[in-house]
């Protein structure tokens, strides 16, 4: 089992930054992948961002150029480091670890990011 804490949503208004971090523990050993999605209201959840545990990095579309994704296999944590947000970025955020062989996915509780004025 994994075991996921998040924590750094909040209100922000557009135009501004907010970062998350998401400490796992657990059965964490080995290749894996950490990442944040989100899901809107009326929505499905989406892909926000991916990092493997040698760092590469995978992002939506729709974040590229705004939001990094960084992560600390010291201290098993990856942060998502989100600037220039906007409205529509409003969405609880959830963050993932995605074992392999099998392909097994953990989730967090979710955090509530608000962009608004």
């Known amino acids: 089992q994994v075991q996921l804490v998040e924590s750094g949503g909040g209100l922000v208004q557009p135009g501004g930054s907010l970062r998350l971090s998401c400490a796992a523990s657990?059965?964490?050993?080995?290749?894996?992948?950490m990442g944040w999605y989100r899901q809107a209201p009326g929505k499905q959840r989406e892909l926000v961002a991916t990092?493997?545990?040698?760092?590469?990095?995978n992002y939506a579309d729709s974040v590229k150029g705004r939001f990094t994704i960084s992560r600390d296999n010291a201290r098993n944590t990856v942060y998502l480091q989100m600037n220039s947000l906007k409205p529509e970025d409003t969405a609880v955020y959830y963050c993932?670890?995605?074992?392999?062989?099998?392909?097994?996915?953990?989730w967090g509780q979710g955090t509530q990011v608000t962009v608004s004025s």
């Open positions: 990092i493997t545990s040698v760092s590469n990095t």
């Open positions: 657990g059965n964490i050993f080995g290749f894996s992948a």
């Open positions: 993932n670890f995605r074992k392999f062989t099998p392909t097994t996915d953990y």
